[in-house]
């Protein structure tokens, strides 16, 4: 499997109803895109201090598959809508999974 | 499930040995931390510019499980030898998957 993990910190101003907007856009994805595997999304717990405030992991069977996932054009509408012009910083990285 | 994600950026002079030391002490805590119910980890793909250098995702039941794991005398002991003085940034969130 290949995972995709990113984390956002949002911009001051960002509220709760975008949140749970991007929430739900996340949530439909899946369904549009079936080279998604796994997607598992959520704000932070509020463990520890300094976290980042979203993260989204996701499995893809291949690295061509989450290439697919990423430039899929129902992704790059989520991305237009609900993260462009929000985001404070973003991490972002890909890896292989057993 | 309760899931903690973690991402690293090197600071510069962080060598392949290290790295390759740090993920053979990883994969070792899952050994002796039974709290964690799965742990997968390792160095950016390459896939896409601006990435973080390395990611973890760990697993637990509970949120008092990653907390076990948190102040684990061998996870504080994996930071200070492989971790600590060779950060230039890192991004963490911890959130419940299903």
């Known amino acids: 499997m290949f995972r995709h993990v990113v984390m956002f910190k949002w911009n001051d101003g960002v509220d709760s109803t ?6 739900v856009a996340l949530d439909r994805l899946p ?3 079936p080279a998604i595997r796994t997607y ?4 932070d717990a509020g463990v520890n201090a300094g976290n980042f405030d979203y993260a989204l992991v996701a499995d893809f069977a291949t690295v ?3 290439l697919v996932y990423r ?3 129902e ?3 989520f991305l237009a809508e ?3 012009g929000r985001v404070a910083a ?3 990285l890909q890896y292989p999974v057993a």
């Open 18 to 23: 975008q949140i749970e907007a991007l929430a």
């Open 31 to 33: 369904t549009v895109i």
């Open 40 to 43: 598992a999304h959520g704000p």
């Open 64 to 66: 061509d598959d989450y």
């Open 71 to 73: 430039d899929h054009p």
């Open 75 to 77: 992704h790059q509408a």
């Open 82 to 84: 609900h993260i462009v």
């Open 90 to 92: 973003r991490a972002a």
